[in-house]
């Protein structure tokens, strides 16, 4: 059974930074594409930065350009996503995803606020 876990949100002033983690079970993170979308209050989710098989990196939210990172513990089979300079426009709630034998799977997401 694939399960995701999210931790690793909270409460951070502008300008810091965290990392969230994504840790998997059920399947091996290094053989599928694994994601972080976000959803602010209001509006759609939104899909920040994938990796793929290969270690390939897709920062697909221009917003985040330069300022986070995804990456890939396979012997923890974990997912992470590194965001510095945070900014109140990042505060969302976070969540990791993957698509295994045709179903996607979602976490139950983690909250990060950007906020002074």
């Known amino acids: 059974q694939v399960q995701l876990v999210e931790f690793g949100g909270g409460l951070v002033q502008p300008g810091g930074s965290l990392r969230l983690s994504c840790a998997a079970s059920?399947?091996?993170?290094?053989?599928?594409?694994m994601s972080w979308y976000r959803q602010a209050p209001g509006k759609e989710r939104e899909l920040v930065a994938a990796?793929?098989?290969?270690?390939?990196?897709?920062n697909y939210a221009g917003s985040v350009k330069d300022r986070f990172t995804i990456s890939r513990d396979n012997a923890k089979n974990t997912v992470y996503l590194q965001m510095n300079s945070l900014k109140p426009e990042d505060t969302a709630v976070y969540y990791c995803?993957?698509?295994?034998?045709?179903?996607?799977?979602w976490g139950q997401g983690t909250q990060v606020t950007v906020s002074s």
């Open positions: 059920g399947f091996t993170v290094s053989t599928y594409t």
């Open positions: 990796i793929t098989r290969s270690g390939g990196v897709i």
């Open positions: 995803t993957t698509m295994v034998g045709g179903v996607r799977s």
